[in-house]
């Protein structure tokens, strides 16, 4: 069940004893606990019936407890675990026999963010059968543009798609970052406006020449000049162009040109899906398909390796990130 569905459904009334929160994006989890903390009891009955705890300052013997006590002056009771994952295996297993038989007036909510609970575990399967168990699966970089235009528009705006993948770009797979910086559109924008790169470099700072998606369409267009002119000003403010992030952004585009090298299909629709670009994008990537030949790619892969290293420190000569980046736009072009 997605997040979407999970809420409706909380929303509807139906309410199970017993919810495990887990997973590797925290944001999802995050915005359930507030669900719960924020609506489940009623502000007036909170003080009595809702409980809120960190698992490194309780024990599970306590969470049971307090689980298991009835409400006063009223007919439910919420008690939330958070950072559960905190807790030693051992420890998190001593909840199975409350989650084998959950108290019917009592919800417990545990929260165990970055990472699973065995699925194949006594406490898992009692769960399951009792109560929820909800994924808050990480993203994917191919999949962080499709999530914006849905959250845009359940916001009241549509979005470019420029504007979309130069957030994903910027921002990375971590959807409380991409939140934030929607919020702030929402805040400036009336609604029903179309989001585009103009406003993102307005109202969220990135800019819409000097970025990596610019820098990736002028190496794969092989345009010397733009390409040297953007390294030179984003070099100009590594802060907001860290060369950590760069290095895997262009070590993936030139992976995924590659790709097209050994594809026997010259459909740009086929090869889109193949490859997991958008197909607003793929003629950036065709592009660099002719302007490359697979030698060269090999080699540009090789190129990027070597500089993640030297930017690491690796046969350090004293090089500044600003003076690494450019060096590297001019080989791999050359």
């Known amino acids: 069940m997605k997040y979407e569905q999970l809420a409706y459904s909380l929303e509807r009334g139906d309410i199970k004893p017993i919810y495990l929160l887990e997973g590797q994006e925290p944001y999802f989890i995050d915005e359930l606990v507030h669900w719960f903390s924020h609506t489940y009891i009623p502000e007036a009955e909170r003080d009595f019936n809702q409980d809120v705890f960190y698992a490194m300052d309780v024990t599970p013997e306590q969470v049971i407890d307090i689980s298991k006590s009835f409400p006063m002056m009223s007919e439910k009771r919420l008690v939330i675990l958070k950072e559960a994952q905190q807790w030693r295996k051992n420890q998190l297993d001593k909840l199975l026999e409350y989650a084998e038989a959950p108290s019917d007036s009592t919800v417990l909510v545990i929260a165990h963010k970055g990472k699973k609970v065995d699925k194949r575990s006594k406490l898992a399967k009692a769960i399951n059968k009792n109560g929820f168990i909800f994924e808050s699966k990480a993203f994917y970089d191919n999949e962080i543009p499709g999530w914006i235009k849905q959250y845009v528009q359940n916001l009241g705006f549509t979005i470019t798609e420029q504007a979309s993948h130069l957030l994903s770009e910027y921002l990375g797979t971590e959807i409380g970052k991409h939140v934030n910086e929607l919020k702030k559109l929402q805040i400036n924008l009336e609604p029903g406006h179309v989001i585009n790169e103009h406003d993102i470099e307005k109202y969220v700072g990135i800019s819409k020449d000097y970025n990596t998606f610019e820098l990736i369409k002028a190496l794969g267009h092989r345009n010397v000049d733009k390409a040297n002119m953007i390294a030179k000003r984003m070099g100009e403010n590594m802060k907001d162009h860290p060369i950590q992030l760069i290095l895997p ?26 490859i997991g670009v958008s197909m607003y994008f793929i003629g950036d990537y065709m592009a660099a398909h002719q302007n490359y030949p697979a030698k060269k790619i090999f080699e540009n892969i090789s190129i990027i390796r070597d500089f993640d290293l030297r930017s690491k420190g690796w046969n350090g000569s004293g090089t500044t990130e600003s003076e690494l980046l450019q060096e590297l736009v001019y080989l791999l072009m050359h």
Do not use: P
């Open 249 to 274: 952004t262009l070590a993936g585009f030139y992976g995924k040109v590659m790709a097209i090298h050994f594809e026997k299909t010259i459909n740009r629709q086929d090869i889109s899906r193949k």
